[in-house]
Structure formats: C-alpha cells, structure tokens
C-alpha cells in the first residue's frame, strides 16, 4: 500500500485530500504544518506528498527542501490556492517535484494522484 503525506492547515481541504486517497487506497498521514510533517516523516517514511504553500510557521517550500533531504524518494506535488504562486527553481531541479502546480479548490483530484504516479514511476524506471 503507499503512503501519502497530506500537508495543509485547512482542515475541510485536508479531509477532501484523505477521502480521496483513502478511497484509491493510499494510506494517508496528515499535518497542519511543515514542522509537525517533519517529524512524521522521519518515522514514517512516504512515497508521496501533497503540499500546501501558505503554512503556519515553515512554509510548503521550505518543508519540500527538508523532506527531500530526509527522503529524496519521496514525490511532491504542491497545491495552493495563492493565485501568484510559482514554483521555485531550486525545488524543480529536484527530479520528484513536480513542475506542474495544482490550484485550490481542486476539481480532479485523480489528476493530482495520476502526477504523483508518474513521478513514482519514472523514479522506479531510473533504478
């Protein structure tokens, strides 16, 4: 079963996230902000991440850069409702992030899923 990191402080749109993947049979890992997801994730390693951008505290960048490091396995998505918002360079020279942003509320979250498949694939293909 993989495992997925759902990293937003809204909790009606993590709820939305955890239905969805717990439905396409993800086990799923919840956190309201970057510093508490870290601390997940160092016990609990994951295959995938859905990253908010505007967090308390650590923001979704700043979490994606530790989160690499502690697992560069690991395949980030980001999903923000900041209308500006661009991904930075540093973080798309990461081979599992994805270049492609994802924009609150979400419509499809199968597209989100089927990105975060990809990444995993194409990080198993390079092994």
């Given at each position: ?22 439905d ?19 016990k ?34 980001v999903c ?48």
């Open positions: 079963m993989r495992k997925i990191l759902i990293l937003d402080d809204e909790r009606g749109v993590m709820e939305s996230f955890s239905d969805y993947f717990e396409r049979l993800w086990q799923v890992i919840q956190s309201e902000s970057g510093e508490q997801a870290l601390k997940l994730i160092e609990d390693k994951v295959d995938a991440a859905v990253v908010d951008v505007r967090l308390p505290g650590m923001d979704g960048n700043d979490f994606i850069r530790k989160a690499y490091r502690l697992n560069p396995e690991t395949a980030f998505v923000t409702g900041s209308p500006e918002y661009i991904v930075p360079k540093d973080l798309l020279d990461f081979p599992n992030v994805s270049g492609r942003l994802f924009k609150k509320p979400v419509n499809n979250f199968s597209e989100i899923e089927e990105e975060l498949l990809w990444i995993i694939g194409q990080k198993q293909k390079n092994e």
